[in-house]
Each structure stands twice: as C-alpha cells, then as structure tokens.
C-alpha cells in the first residue's frame, strides 16, 4: 500500500482557480510517478495528469489540458495540481496516486480525496 493524503479542494466560482497537493505517508514520494484523478458522481474516476519520478509531466487529459498545471517539489515531498478556469464539470472528488510509471496500471492505494465544487 502506498498512502497518500489530497488537500486543498473547496469551493471556487468558475474562471477562478486552486492548488490540490499530494503528500505521501510512509515513503518517499520521490520515488515514484504521481497520478491526479477526479471521481464525478455516477462515473467511474479518470486520470487527468501524470509526472514521473524525474519530474517529467507525461499527459494531461483533454479536458484539462491547458487549464491544469501538474507539478511535484521533491525536496519537499508534495506533488501539486494547479486548476485554472475552472468549470462547473471540474467539480469532482480529487485523487492522487502513486505508481512506478504514468501507466498508473500498479496503483496500491488511495487516498481519502479532496473535493473541488465549481459554482456560483
């Protein structure tokens, strides 16, 4: 099991924006590639970013593409998504994951999320 923890989701108006983070508990997030997910009622979660352990960004969904940022800060252990004109079909529960690679095929755990509501 590789444990993460999400935060920093909330409300936001649309066109407005926030940073979700990720934080590892019990190893090194380093090490790893790092996977952003939202989870929309009645769906099934999709990825939506992925960067690799060398801090290379692998993909980025189309419907993000553009307005998402994914970003990781080894030195402080935390990978970071930042969402920028925001809509209304963003909001969503959001997760991180950690695999070996941006396949996200090995994934071993998730976290709780961190739930973003895009509204006026």
């Known amino acids: 099991q590789l444990h993460v923890e999400e935060s920093g989701g909330g409300l936001v108006q649309p066109g407005g924006s926030l940073r979700l983070s990720c934080a590892a508990s019990g190893f090194t997030l380093d090490d790893y590639a790092i996977g952003w997910f939202r989870r929309v009622p009645g769906e099934e979660r999709a990825g939506i970013a992925c960067?690799?352990?060398?801090?290379?960004?692998?993909w980025y969904a189309a419907s993000v593409k553009g307005r998402f940022t994914i970003s990781r800060d080894n030195s402080k252990h935390i990978a970071y998504l930042d969402m920028n004109s925001l809509k209304p079909e963003d909001s969503a529960v959001y997760y991180c994951a950690a695999d070996q690679t941006c396949d996200l095929s090995g994934i071993r755990g998730w976290g709780p999320g961190t739930q973003v509501t895009v509204s006026s």
């Open positions: 960067i690799t352990s060398d801090n290379v960004v692998a």
